[in-house]
Nanobody, 124 residues
């Protein structure tokens, strides 16, 4: 069973930056970052294949967020810059054990294991 642990959340002012970390005990095929704001559906933010550098981003974070990995540390990172209040949410790290095979990368149902989340709050 894959265990995931997120860290790095916090409170920042608009325009600021944060880096989220996700560590895992067994390497999955993909690691994804999802977020859920109060009253909103969970949405995929970014994902990356753990062996090849194939990142995916939702449109609203392109150019501002960067997902990266360190296989030696069993870790995936989400560098978030130019944060705005709309980025405020609980951020979750999730592990997908299979290839995408034409599936939408942002489909949360394709991710089997989930961390407990880390809160990101951006104030204006």
């Amino acid at each position: 069973q894959v265990q995931l642990l997120e860290s790095g959340g916090g409170s920042v002012q608009a325009g600021g930056s944060l880096r989220l970390s996700c560590t895992y005990n067994q390497r999955p095929t993909y690691i994804g970052w999802f977020r859920q704001a109060p009253g909103k559906e969970r949405e995929g933010v970014a994902a990356i294949h753990t062996l090849i550098t194939v990142p995916y981003y939702t449109d609203s974070v392109k150019g501002r967020f960067a997902i990266s990995k360190d296989n030696a540390k069993n870790a995936v990172y989400l560098q978030m810059s130019s944060l705005n209040p709309e980025d405020t949410a609980m951020y979750y790290c999730a592990a997908r054990m299979t290839s995408m095979s034409g599936a939408r990368w942002s489909d949360a149902g394709g991710f089997t294991y989930w961390g407990q989340g880390t809160q990101v709050t951006v104030s204006s």
